[in-house]
């Protein structure tokens, strides 16, 4: 009992971190989709989904719809890490008392995880947003290249060349902005996070425990899986409006008739006039479709306790 209790937080830890490179390994190319989607106005560029991937593939080849992966892999197992682990303490904390069913209590728990990973959420999206939208504005910009004035403003500084890695653009932010240069649209990022978390995790778990094994005290993985793939897409489209406005806001280099936002309310009230209440829900499918698998993989690798089996594997060995 003493050595589970010892490994059960590294144990979290690792079941996130795992779940969170194999879901964005498998869903990237859709998230791409919707980061290009939010961000154009009407249908320029791509007409859908489907369009934009076949574009991009034509473009700039199939690695092309993984552009910002790095990122997203890099700090990934951090993100889900925290998000998952948090959650789990703060239900521990909220839920001592032995009631296993406190809605109010569940989705407190679900905003402290919300907080707590926007630590790494918020530069991770910053930087994988810019990787992820420069191929519209290079599209953009050849439709143009007739025009004397260029229409792509630059990151920071003109020798920032046209697709710049994510550490050109993490550096010049922090040597032109500071830390606060990566933490742009936090407050964004907060808004959105937090709601999707009060809504995700209350509904998993309640969904979840529909399927518990009293004799394992665990659910199958395909019920885990099946219940994070339904909680996931049901708060992805109801945070969609408050994603699209993060996506806009931490987009630095803008195109032709794009606009520049300062905060959210004036990007909330520039959206709503300039393109109608329709935008709001910009690439909402493709939110659906990354967050559905993405968080299924999640609680479904989670559930069966990789992390357990590599602690207890290398306790084993020493």
């Known amino acids: 009992m003493g050595m589970a209790t010892e490994i059960s937080v590294p144990a979290k830890l690792i079941n996130g971190g795992v779940a969170g490179l194999v879901g964005v390994t498998c869903v990237f190319p859709i998230d791409l989709a ?23 593939v034509r473009t700039d080849g199939f690695f092309g719809m993984y552009r910002g992966a790095a990122v997203n892999l890099t700090l990934v197992t951090p993100e889900k890490a925290i998000k998952l682990a948090a959650n789990d303490f703060f239900r521990e904390k909220l839920l001592e008392d032995g009631s296993k069913h406190n809605l109010i209590r569940e989705m407190l728990a679900g905003c402290g995880a919300g907080v707590c990973q926007a630590v790494v959420t918020s530069p991770m999206e910053m930087l994988k947003i810019q990787l992820q939208d420069a191929g519209r504005l290079v599209g953009q910009q050849h439709r143009t290249c007739a025009s004397a004035a260029s229409p792509v403003r630059p990151y920071t500084t003109d020798s ?7 550490t050109i653009i993490a550096w010049e932010l922090l040597r032109t902005r500071g830390v606060s240069g990566l933490y742009r649209g936090l407050g964004a990022t907060l808004l959105r996070d937090i709601p999707f978390s009060i809504i995700y995790f209350p509904f998993f778990a309640n969904l979840n425990q529909l399927g518990i094994n009293e004799a394992t005290g665990k659910a199958h993985f395909f019920h885990s899986f099946a219940s994070g793939c339904l909680a996931g897409s049901t708060a992805a489209i109801a945070v969609t409006p408050l994603d699209v406005l993060k996506t806009r806001i931490q987009t630095l280099k803008k195109g032709v008739g794009d606009e520049a936002y300062n905060g959210i309310i004036d990007c909330a009230r520039k959206v709503w006039t300039r393109e109608g209440p329709a935008a709001f829900m910009k690439g909402a499918g493709c939110r659906a479709l990354v967050i559905a698998p993405l968080f299924g993989i999640a609680q479904g690798v989670y559930y069966l306790g990789i992390g357990e089996s590599i602690l207890t594997f290398f306790f084993r060995s020493s």
């Open 34 to 56: 919707k980061t290009r989607l939010q961000n154009q106005l009407g249908k320029v560029a791509y007409t859908g989904m489907i369009d934009c991937l076949v574009k991009t």
């Open 160 to 166: 920032t060349p046209k697709r710049p890695s994510a």
